[in-house]
């Protein structure tokens, strides 16, 4: 029997499907664990969402997402950290391990006001993360997404953040279609896991050439990132968690989900 044991998938990966959809052919097929995306517990509410979750049996390793902490108004500011504060309760109630932040960044605003706004958001809630036993995993994505997705592109500016606050509730996501691109990766994960701040590990692939830049990712194997390598890494850097595959695809969104839920499958089997 082919070993899935550290095989979890994100809910926005089979988009089309919902929670109890996700549950039941994730079991089906074998895999342990799914993290889970907001959307898909919104018509449900946490509570239920949680019940069904514990019924099934599978961990869930992460809520995605919390985050978009910067603005110029102080009012979207403060309703911001309400709604991570929330997001938080959510994740108890489901019983995800962390909740992961898109940090967020705003047109007209300086990188450094963001980042500096950022870390003051993650610091005021931080203390209800640890009364909730909730980790916090602040996800660097790719530079093109600076302007208004997230002022937080590198390990390294995750890193500063974790050791300015410096609170083991919080740590790094790394996603490899963010991150692969960085000449300073395989020393940051070294320095992540020293600083025991690598809290998970996500995977695709980047699709050569890529149609759009945010619905265009590809299976492990189909691109252009060196999986393996990372994945190794990872390893040595001591990272026992789930390997937790990602993929925003307007084309295998499309698609039969249950076919493309068995071509991720073999793609971890086989890539990593």
Request: hydrophobic residues 45%; negative net charge; contains cysteine.
């Amino acid at each position: 029997m082919p070993d899935l044991s550290r095989l979890a998938i994100h809910t926005i990966t089979n988009k089309p499907w919902s929670l109890a959809e996700c549950i039941y052919a994730y079991k089906k097929i074998g895999i342990p664990a799914l993290s889970v995306w907001r959307n898909v517990i919104e018509p449900l509410g946490a509570k239920e969402a949680g019940q069904m979750l514990r019924d099934s049996g599978l961990k869930v390793p992460a809520l995605i997402r919390g985050g978009f902490f910067t603005s110029t108004d102080a009012s979207v500011r403060q309703a911001t950290l309400d709604d991570n504060r929330r997001c938080i309760d959510e994740a108890c109630e489901i019983g995800a391990e962390m909740v992961v932040l898109v940090v967020g960044a705003t047109p007209g605003l300086a990188l450094a006001e963001a980042r500096k706004q950022v870390a003051d958001s993650i610091h005021s809630i931080l203390p209800h993360a640890q009364a909730a036993n909730v980790k916090l995993a602040i996800e660097p994505l790719h530079p093109m997404y600076a302007a208004d997705r997230s002022c937080i592109n590198r390990i390294k500016e995750a890193r500063q953040i974790c050791e300015q606050l410096h609170h083991s509730m919080l740590g790094i996501a790394l996603d490899v279609y963010h991150t692969w691109w960085d000449p300073d990766l395989e020393q940051e994960i070294a320095h992540a896991s020293r600083q025991k701040t690598l809290f998970a590990f996500h995977v695709c692939d980047w699709r050569v050439p890529t149609r759009d830049f945010l619905n265009d990712r590809t299976l492990m194997g189909k691109g252009c990132i060196p999986l393996k390598t990372i994945r190794q890494w990872v390893d040595l850097a001591g990272f026992t968690g789930p390997i937790e595959v990602e993929i925003f695809s307007d084309e295998y969104w499309a698609m039969d989900q249950t076919r493309y839920l068995e071509m991720i499958r073999d793609a971890w089997l086989t890539q990593l």
